[in-house]
T-cell receptor, first 114, second 115 residues
Framework: GQQVKQSSPSLTVQEGGILILNCDYE??????FAWYKKYPDNSPTLLIS?????DKREDGRFTVFLNKSGKHFSLHITASQPEDTAVYLC?????????????FGEGTKLTVSS | DMKVTQMPRYLIKRMGENVLLECGQD?????MYWYRQDPGLGLQLIYI???????SEGDIPKGYRVSRKKREHFSLILDSAKTNQTSVYFC??????????????FGEGSKLTVL
């Protein structure tokens, strides 16, 4: 089964708006949670990440919230801009043998309309 | 320059042919990965390599094998390609023990079409 799941395949928001992307996971051993951003025909790049010892991390317009008891984490984007239009992939994982093993969600296609 | 390079970027093969996808990285990362991306399925892990000749199956290894003879190079091999292996394949790398931040560095993808 899908260990990491994103609830919305697509989302549209008006420029300047606030949006929330959600991700649920199954394995309570996961200790690392991340959001990657992917433009068409480009490689995924890390947007923001958090370890399991914190429940929130903010980086400019982007904030990730972690709810370990609910096995859920989310990405909040404020003041959305047209260049935020992309596919957002959540990922969760744990260190195995000192290396990260990330499991990705299905992705949410975000469109910011101007 | 921190970079993950994939070759070829585009490939068309016939069913039953062999496929070799190559990946290189210049960051001396111990860990390397092969994922495939399909619509509605996100990135699915095929294989992970923890270092030279230290490879482990991911979630969907069937129909694939890998080779890691040098730390900077990781190959994905399809012996007798199938049409359902048409996909975009992404290679990634990350630092290993002691330097691991969790971040993966991805190549630009290899689009494989199997006819």
């Amino acid at each position: 089964g899908q260990q990491v799941k994103q609830s919305s395949p697509s989302l549209t928001v008006q420029e300047g708006g606030i949006l929330i992307l959600n991700c649920d996971y199954e394995n309570d051993m996961f200790d690392y949670f991340a959001w990657y951003k992917k433009y068409p025909d480009n490689s995924p790049t890390l947007l923001i990440s958090v370890r399991s010892n914190v429940d929130k991390r903010e980086d400019g317009r982007f904030t990730v919230f972690l709810n370990k008891s609910g096995k859920h984490f989310s990405l909040h984007i404020t003041a959305s801009q047209p260049e935020d239009t992309a596919v957002y992939l959540c990922a969760a994982g744990m260190n195995q043998g000192g290396s990260a093993k990330l499991i990705f969600g299905e992705g949410t296609k975000l469109t910011v309309s101007s | 320059d921190m970079k993950v390079t994939q070759m070829p970027r585009y490939l068309i093969k016939r069913m039953g042919e062999n496929v070799l996808l190559e990946c290189g990285q210049d960051m001396s990362h111990e860990t390397m990965y092969w994922y495939r991306q399909d619509p509605g399925l996100g990135l699915q892990l095929i294989y992970i390599s923890y270092d030279v000749d230290s490879n482990s199956e991911g979630d969907i290894p069937k129909g694939y094998r890998v080779s890691r003879k040098k730390r900077e190079h990781f190959s994905l091999i399809l012996d007798s390609a199938k049409t359902n292996q048409t996909s975009v394949y992404f290679c990634a790398s990350s630092p290993g023990t002691g330097r691991n931040t969790g971040q993966l560095y991805f190549g630009e993808g290899s689009k494989l079409t199997v006819l």
